[in-house]
């Protein structure tokens, strides 16, 4: 008998999670439901599952963050983001995190059983809504002319939820004067002279809801 795809599943909405669960299930073996990046991470070493399905957005430690933590332990898992964030950006950055596919909550259950299917035979998968922009984002700048790196974008993101310098340093596990460099390079490079100007710049990205 063939063996089950093993599959973990990391969302902080327990309405959206009980709801992958149900469509999950019937195709492959759910070996856990966790809800914040830190939980993923000892779920992945504890089941060591074939493919995660996680959101971006999750809190102690974001989804992409974990992906990371987790490449660096040389996880073997496939790591697919299912997310709201139709954000060509945030899609390059997981891609290059390291993320075999990158789905819309606001796609049909189909697409992710598809998108799981073409990770599974070690492709990757972009939902069709946002290729385009995913294309074009390699090589596009910020509007103020200035291209963020993938940690700035994290350490942003983290401001942006309203977080203080020392408890972001301990999220990313970087010095707190690491974590005040990456904010006044984006400051300068920006034009801003507040947080509430980066907040206002970070909700424009997509980087967070307001």
Do not use: C, W
Request: a positive charge; hydrophobic letters at 45%; glycine letters at 6%.
């Amino acid at each position: 008998m063939k063996r089950r795809t093993t599959v973990l599943l990391a969302d902080d909405h327990a309405i959206v999670a009980e709801g992958l669960a149900t469509l999950l299930k019937g195709q492959f073996n759910l070996v856990g439901t966790v809800s914040n990046g830190n939980e993923l991470i000892e779920a992945a070493r504890k089941h060591r599952p074939d493919v995660i399905i996680a959101d971006i957005a999750m809190p102690v430690l974001s989804g992409l963050e974990a992906l990371r933590r987790l490449k660096a332990a040389r996880s073997d898992a496939k790591v697919i983001f299912l997310t709201m964030h139709a954000d060509a950006q945030l899609a390059t950055e997981a891609f290059r995190a390291g993320a075999s596919g990158y789905v819309l909550k606001q796609s049909a259950g189909e697409e992710l059983i598809a998108a799981i299917q073409e990770v599974l035979q070690g492709r990757t998968y972009l939902t069709p809504l946002i290729t385009r922009d995913v294309i074009a984002s390699f090589t596009e700048t910020t509007p103020a002319g200035v291209k963020l790196t993938p940690r700035q974008r994290e350490v942003l993101r983290l401001i942006a939820e309203g977080r203080r310098m020392k408890e972001i340093a301990a999220i990313l596990e970087l010095s707190t004067r690491t974590v005040e460099t990456h904010k006044y390079e984006m400051m300068r490079g920006l034009g801003v002279e507040s947080t509430a100007e980066l907040v206002r710049y970070a909700v424009q990205i997509g980087l967070v809801n307001r």
